[in-house]
């Protein structure tokens, strides 16, 4: 099992300080998987061609020299990046108030052996939902920290049980432009896919993420099943999930066909290569004034650098 670092309680985004903090504090000090409160960031999608970031973020790992106050649960809640419905952060929720989750069906298939539709009712059941603490780092240099509800998507795939063949992963949103008016915009191709190296998506930081804050998600934070990869940027975490196939070649991502010069597949956290259109070396954690620099990885680092063991991360970025 992966050694899962800590984050200080003074990084999490709170709900009134977290639910009076209570419920936060009971958890804090375990590591376990099983009920762990862990660290890292979760759920938004980048800036659009010519649409730079405009709101604060910043960076992991706070030192006596940088500390930072607190960002709201208000903020987590409508601030969001969610293209679906519509390119303004602040228009999301409004918008996607009346997104049905229910019913949801979630269709796992490809290259393994016991291909299964599951309802999300079954997952919620099936796999026992854990709380994790992540960072968010958007690629537009604005950060987070979420309290996540979910479970890892290992036990998922392992349900079904990958094939040899199998070297990816590739995620689907729903297509449903009456619920989700941003899929009638034209820019970009329909539906929002994603994908993961099958070892990335096999990790234990890696997780389906059905809640925050002790309750179902909401819709503008991706209802009701989304995946979050905390040591990637945020548009990697795929929203209102669908569809999981495990797949032998590279999937093409909605952001590589928009923009193959600005976004490509691994989008893992690097504050050595910049966007073409701004710097990714510090951030602004949403509610503070001052930036911070970003870790590599997100602060991730000693968890998931080996999986890029060789590779020249400014050219595979």
Not at 65 to 71: F, G, I, K, P, V
Request: with cysteine.
């Amino acid at each position: 099992m992966q050694k899962i670092p800590t984050i200080p309680s003074s990084e999490i985004t709170p709900e009134q300080i977290y639910l009076s903090r209570r419920k936060f504090m009971l958890g804090i000090g375990s590591l376990a998987l099983t009920s762990a409160v862990l660290a890292a960031c979760g759920g938004a999608a980048p800036a659009s061609p010519g649409n730079e970031a405009a709101t604060p973020a910043g960076t992991p790992e706070p030192t006596p020299d940088l500390r930072q106050e607190l960002t709201s649960f208000d903020s987590i809640t409508t601030y969001n990046n969610y293209y679906e419905f519509s390119t303004d952060k602040a228009g999301v929720a409004p918008l996607a108030a009346n997104f049905r989750t229910r019913p949801w069906t979630v269709e796992v298939g490809g290259l393994v052996a016991k291909p299964t539709t599951f309802g999300i009712e079954d997952l919620l059941r099936q796999f026992t939902q854990e709380e994790r603490i992540y960072r968010l780092r958007c690629v537009e240099a604005w950060s987070m920290v979420i309290p996540w509800q979910g479970f890892s998507l290992r036990k998922l795939l392992e349900a079904v049980e990958p094939t040899a063949a199998a070297k990816y992963v590739r995620f689907e949103t729903l297509l449903d432009p009456e619920q989700m008016p941003g899929q009638k915009v034209g820019w970009y191709v329909w539906p929002y896919v994603e994908g993961l190296r099958l070892d990335e998506a096999m990790h234990d930081l890696t997780i389906l993420a059905t809640g925050l804050y002790g309750k179902s998600l909401l819709p503008q934070n991706g209802a009701p099943l989304r995946v979050v990869v905390p040591w990637k940027y945020g548009f990697k975490s795929i929203k209102s999930i669908v569809k999981i196939d495990l797949v032998a070649e590279q999937p093409t991502s909605l952001w590589m066909a928009a923009a193959p010069n600005e976004y490509g597949f691994y989008a893992n956290v690097n504050p050595s290569v910049n966007h073409p259109r701004w710097s990714q070396a510090s951030e602004r954690r949403i509610g503070e004034l001052s930036r911070r620099k970003t870790l590599p990885f997100n602060g991730y680092a000693e968890q998931v650098a080996s999986l890029y063991a060789g590779m020249d991360l400014r050219r595979f970025y």
